[in-house]
């Protein structure tokens, strides 16, 4: 007769044994992956990780080279191959001083005011000028600013003698040049002596230079042209005669 004992004794081990290794087998291959993901990263490579949640999060390349920005406008326009100035007034072709030597093309007014400054300033008395210049706010202006209650005596002042005889061959010398007419049209609108009031001094020809060397020094040409323009004293005279100013200065 056989025993518990006996039966326990005799069942297969070959199933058993089995079973314990397939369990065992789990166990290592789960413990081994859990380890190698917790290995250390190879210094300068990438985690996979966040490259692909970088690659989630990265916008898409916008089309037809648009970046959703207002780009400015072309400097150069492709169509007609000329470069777009937007400078306010640079659309305005720069016209050439047109310079007058002949006083019988201004108006009536202007010929007899010129004539009789220069017969005034030829007569070397500074007090022949004062009819001429009006009163109020008609009155000629002969400082740059404020307008001065006695023009007769602030010219006087500014000449280098007492008498003001030199400021008087300013005068004529100023006035005996070329001319141009400016503002037509506008209030501003005068004959201007002397032209290079209006001239561009670098653009000068040998014989405007010499010209205008009879009104100042070689000196005071230099300081004009770094200054970038004629400083020296000029005279305006409206198309209705009225002698506008003797002034000198920007």
Not at 60 to 80: F, M, R, W, Y
Not at 178 to 204: N, R, S
Request: hydrophobic letters at 35%; glycine letters at 10%; proline letters at 8%.
């Amino acid at each position: 007769m056989r025993t518990g004992k006996d039966i326990s004794s005799r069942i297969p081990l070959a199933p058993v044994l089995l079973a314990v290794g397939l369990a065992a087998g789990s166990v290592l291959s789960a413990s081994s992956a859990y380890a190698l993901s917790e290995l250390q990263k190879i210094p300068g490579q990438p985690d996979a990780a966040a490259t692909a949640q970088q690659g989630q999060q990265q916008p898409a390349a916008p089309q037809n080279g648009s970046s959703g920005i207002p780009q400015p406008d072309p400097l150069v326009n492709k169509q007609g191959g000329q470069s777009v100035d937007k400078t306010p007034g640079a659309s305005d072709d720069s016209k050439p001083v047109e310079v007058i030597y002949d006083i019988s093309k201004v108006p009536e007014p202007v010929r007899k005011m010129r004539e009789q400054i220069v017969e005034a300033a030829a007569s070397g008395d500074l007090e022949r000028l004062r009819p001429l210049m009006g009163t109020g706010a008609d009155q000629t202006q002969v400082t740059v600013g404020e307008p001065t209650d006695d023009p007769i005596g602030t010219l006087k002042d500014l000449s280098g003698d007492p008498e003001g005889d030199e400021i008087l061959a300013i005068m004529l010398d100023v006035i005996s040049t070329g001319f141009v007419h400016v503002g037509q049209g506008t209030a501003d609108d005068m004959y201007v002596w002397p032209y290079f009031a209006e001239k561009d001094l670098k653009t000068l020809t040998p014989p405007e230079r010499v010209e205008l060397l009879r009104i100042v020094t070689a000196g005071d040409l230099s300081d004009m042209q770094e200054f970038g323009g004629y400083n020296f004293y000029r005279v305006g005279i409206a198309p209705d005669g009225k002698w506008k100013f003797f002034t000198a200065g920007d």
